[in-house]
Each structure stands twice: as structure tokens, then as C-alpha cells.
């Protein structure tokens, strides 16, 4: 018994082991039947025959696509990511008012806006960067803002976005 790759219009569409008699017949049933016991790289059902080679089918990816799988992903996730950063931010502030320390809420809830509405939207490099530009005004806010700074880059990385 030896492996073969049962080939139509093609494509592989199977793989499967075979000995002489069963291999006439496959042969009659099938475009093509080739021995890929010897091969070093084992075609997979889905491969393509291209002239004399049985290759990996090279998936073109339209870009368009790609990148509104893209902006969806980032939208959702920075849906997601704004109510903690409120809630952190708004815990801050209650906090800071009960020891008493000033914060210039007003001026601090204008510029966390236009963070909100990046995220919201999708636009997570520009929220990071808004946050990293924000920490020196904001110092009480620093920790919080390096937390967006943070899971907006894990999340990047993690999804080959950066």
C-alpha cells in the first residue's frame, strides 16, 4: 500500500492508500491519481496540480477586506476598552476629591473625549499615542493612561495588527 492523491479538475480532493489493483481503480474514477508516498512535502486535500508540481494553494487576500476585518476588530475592541478607562478615570477622581487633591476635571474629561471617540471608532494607534501625549498634564491619570497604552498594544501585537 502506498499513499496517492486522488486529483480532480486540479484540485486534490482526497488522500488515500492504495495497492496495485485498487489503484486501476481509483485511476478510472479520478482525473488524475498520483504516488506522493516518496514526496518530502505531503500534499494535503485542497493542494492544487500546477503543470507537473501538486502545491499549497496560494490564497490571495483582497486588501479591502482585510482591512475592514481589520477596523472591525479594533472598533469592537476599543468598544469594549472604553467603559473600564471611564470607570478607572472616574474612580480617580472620586478618590482624589475626598483626599482633596485639585483636578481639572473639566480640561481632563475634554481631552478623555477625544480618546473615547478614537477608540470608539476604531483609531487604536492614535488612542495611544492621545494617551501617552496626555500623561505629563495628567499625572495623577499617568497609570491609568500607560493601562491604554498597554492593552491597545497587546492587543496589536496579539493580532498581527501593529
Not at 52 to 81: C, H, M, W, Y
Amino acid at each position: 500500500m502506498r499513499k496517492h492523491a486522488l486529483i480532480d479538475a486540479g484540485i486534490v480532493t482526497e488522500i488515500i492508500n492504495l495497492n496495485d489493483e485498487s489503484y486501476v481503480e481509483e485511476a478510472k474514477k479520478h482525473d488524475l491519481v498520483v504516488d506522493i508516498d516518496d514526496m518530502s512535502s505531503q500534499p494535503e486535500i485542497g493542494w492544487v496540480l500546477n503543470g507537473s508540481t501538486i502545491a499549497p494553494r496560494i490564497v490571495v487576500v483582497d486588501l479591502n477586506d482585510r482591512d475592514a476585518q481589520q477596523q472591525t476588530a479594533q472598533r469592537e475592541f476599543g468598544l469594549k476598552l472604553v467603559p473600564k478607562m471611564i470607570d478607572l478615570v472616574g474612580q480617580r477622581n472620586l478618590k482624589l476629591a475626598r483626599e482633596g487633591s485639585s483636578v481639572n476635571v473639566t480640561n481632563l474629561a475634554s481631552q478623555m473625549a477625544s480618546v473615547k471617540l478614537l477608540l470608539e471608532t476604531g483609531a487604536l494607534k492614535t488612542a495611544r499615542t492621545v494617551c501617552g501625549m496626555l500623561k505629563p498634564a495628567f499625572p495623577s491619570h499617568s497609570d491609568i493612561l500607560n493601562i491604554a497604552i498597554a492593552e491597545v498594544t497587546n492587543f496589536l501585537s496579539t493580532n498581527g495588527f501593529e
